[in-house]
């Protein structure tokens, strides 16, 4: 309702709702798990109804923020398509997640990209280049850290995720009088992220294949 409000005040609100999304999302499963959802419920599957959630949550609402609010001019604004379709294949693949705790293919972390091109709003040539980049890397099969699944570095990119969740909150509630230095702090966490990942995925290439089997959520 907010995004198709549209206006600055509601956008913002926006943002804040999906941060709130995401926290539900980083402990619904452990939750789920502890009160054995699939053994009171065997004909539910918990992993459909996740997915159909975080497709709404991290791509298709996101991408309609960028749109409503302008983000790529009209001429540019079918680009949008390109995330939107590469996520619609990342959560139809059945080796999106994998035993010991990677995402397999850029995660989907639109709300990420929107928060940042929204905020900071950079040359329209590097938005482009980071949403042609993003939905390029979904169709890549490198592992990037799952750290609610456990794996490299879990701990301390959680403790890290709640530090940054605190800013991108305080960003959206306009907590201070100019947003734009606490989101180019904030927008440290991400990069360690990625580059964490990818240091992980290089000593990961002469593992055991079998840890890199699909593990389906609860």
């Not at 959560?91 to 091109?117: C, E, I």
């Amino acid at each position: 309702m907010l995004i198709v409000r549209g206006g600055a005040e509601s956008f913002r609100w926006a943002f804040v709702l999906m941060m709130v999304a995401t926290v539900i999302d980083a402990v619904d499963g452990s939750f789920a798990r502890k009160v054995r959802v699939k053994e009171v419920l065997p004909q539910f599957d918990g992993r459909v109804l996740d997915d159909l959630i975080d497709f709404q949550t991290y791509t298709a609402l996101p991408l309609l923020l960028l749109w409503r609010a302008g983000i790529f001019p009209g001429h540019l604004a079918w680009l949008l398509l390109f995330p939107l379709l590469a996520s619609a294949y990342g959560f139809s693949q059945v080796n999106a997640k994998t035993a010991d705790g990677f995402f397999l293919g850029f995660p989907s972390y639109w709300n990420v990209v929107a928060f940042y091109l929204y905020f900071l709003h950079p040359p329209l040539w590097l938005a482009v280049a980071v949403v042609v980049t993003f939905a390029v890397l979904t169709f890549v099969p490198t592992p990037y850290l799952y750290p609610s699944r456990g794996g490299p570095f879990a701990r301390t990119l959680i403790a890290g995720a709640v530090v940054w969740t605190v800013m991108v909150v305080l960003v959206g509630l306009e907590a201070f009088e100019n947003p734009v230095p606490l989101a180019l702090i904030s927008l440290i966490y991400p990069v360690l992220y990625l580059a964490v990942s990818l240091a992980v995925a290089r000593g990961r290439r002469n593992s055991d294949p079998k840890s890199r089997t699909y593990i389906p959520d609860s």
